[in-house]
């Protein structure tokens, strides 16, 4: 395989996973501020306690889709960064088989 067309290959799959990661964490960093507003929703429609509003917070359609969107990006996240490790341990291994063909030849 050529050289210059595995760099891009591993340098695109380590932008994709990288735009994964990012996009996953972002969720992951502003979940707590995201129940928080749902919270607050709650606290001024009524709810009895803090642990109350939370907990209707928690069970609310809104808060149950963006979870459902942190797990979609987790998975796609997955996928890329697997993806791009793929590609590194192949050519890790192209790397040993040409060695290993460069040592033969020296023996014989």
Request: without cysteine; hydrophobic residues 40%; aromatic residues 6%.
């Amino acid at each position: 395989m050529d050289a210059n067309k595995l760099a891009k290959r591993l340098a695109d799959a380590g932008k994709e996973s990288a735009e994964a990661h990012a996009a996953f964490k972002l969720l992951e960093d502003t979940e707590k501020s995201v129940l928080a507003e749902h919270t607050q929703k709650f606290i001024i429609n009524g709810a009895k306690s803090q642990a109350s509003a939370e907990s209707q917070a928690r069970a609310s359609s809104e808060f149950v889709e963006f979870l459902k969107e942190k797990g979609r990006l987790r998975h796609e996240f997955g996928i890329k960064d697997v993806e791009y490790e793929s590609i590194k341990v192949y050519i890790d291994m192209l790397r040993a088989n040409q060695a290993l063909e460069r040592a033969q030849i020296g023996i014989l």
